[in-house]
T-cell receptor
Framework: AQTVTQSQPEMSVQEAETVTLSCTYDTSENNYYLFWYKQPPSRQMILVIRQEAYKQQNATENRFSVNFQKAAKSFSLKISDSQLGDTAMYFCAFMTPPGGGSNYKLTFGKGTLLTVNP | DTAVSQTPKYLVTQMGNDKSIKCEQNLGHDTMYWYKQDSKKFLKIMFSYNNKELIINETVPNRFSPKSPDKAHLNLHINSLELGDSAVYFC??????????FGPGTRLTVL
């Protein structure tokens, strides 16, 4: 079974600074997808970024980028130029694509609560 | 314009009651899901349907019964509600094996 570990329950950062959230996972699969979702106080689950394991290039979405280390099974999220609106719970998640046997379910880490301070 | 919607957003009820949560998506996706987020914010899959067929049932009590009348809808019915059922329930949808998009969640409180 796949597991996802987020070792930082809480983090804080000053506005405009950079912060990195850690995520490690355990799987015997070779092909899979990794995600970061954001859950602000509004409760809505919002996709931040996605990475396919077969891609060597790290995914980026504006101020959000990942450092994907497949051999180390590590998938960290870097937020540059942090903004007050980035304050949220961030979840790392794992999924095997079609044919992977997991029937597409997302396995989540326990989350990291990020607070951006003014 | 809402992609994945859930009703109601809040549900407060007494122990022993039966309640339903409805989910609708207008993204044209074939696969829909129910996740439960507990009081510690941990998210876990409950059910998944693909083209109205149940494909995941993750050791959820029989009191929980999903129903998919069509590809765009996945409802969750809960019988004999217990205190431990209090949680936020999220519906999500996707193309098979693709990125999942979540609804706004339903906060269920059982008194």
């Amino acid at each position: 079974a796949q597991t996802v570990t987020q070792s930082q329950p809480e983090m804080s950062v000053q506005e405009a600074e950079t912060v990195t959230l850690s995520c490690t996972y355990d799987t015997s699969e070779n092909n899979y997808y990794l995600f970061w979702y954001k859950q602000p106080p509004s409760r809505q689950m919002i996709l931040v970024i996605r990475q396919e394991a077969y891609k060597q290039q790290n995914a980026t979405e504006n101020r959000f980028s990942v450092n994907f280390q497949k051999a180390a099974k590590s998938f960290s999220l870097k937020i540059s130029d942090s903004q007050l609106g980035d304050t949220a719970m961030y979840f790392c998640a794992f999924m095997t694509p079609p044919g992977g046997g997991s029937n597409y379910k997302l396995t989540f880490g326990k989350g990291t609560l990020l607070t951006v301070n003014p | 314009d809402t992609a994945v919607s859930q009703t109601p957003k809040y549900l407060v009820t007494q122990m022993g009651n039966d309640k339903s949560i409805k989910c609708e998506q207008n993204l044209g996706h074939d696969t829909m899901y129910w996740y439960k987020q507990d009081s510690k914010k941990f998210l876990k899959i409950m059910f998944s349907y693909n083209n109205k067929e149940l494909i995941i049932n993750e050791t959820v009590p029989n009191r929980f019964s999903p129903k998919s009348p069509d590809k765009a809808h996945l409802n969750l019915h809960i019988n004999s509600l217990e205190l431990g059922d209090s949680a936020v329930y999220f519906c999500a949808s996707s193309r098979p094996g693709d990125t999942q998009y979540f609804g706004p969640g339903t906060r269920l409180t059982v008194l």
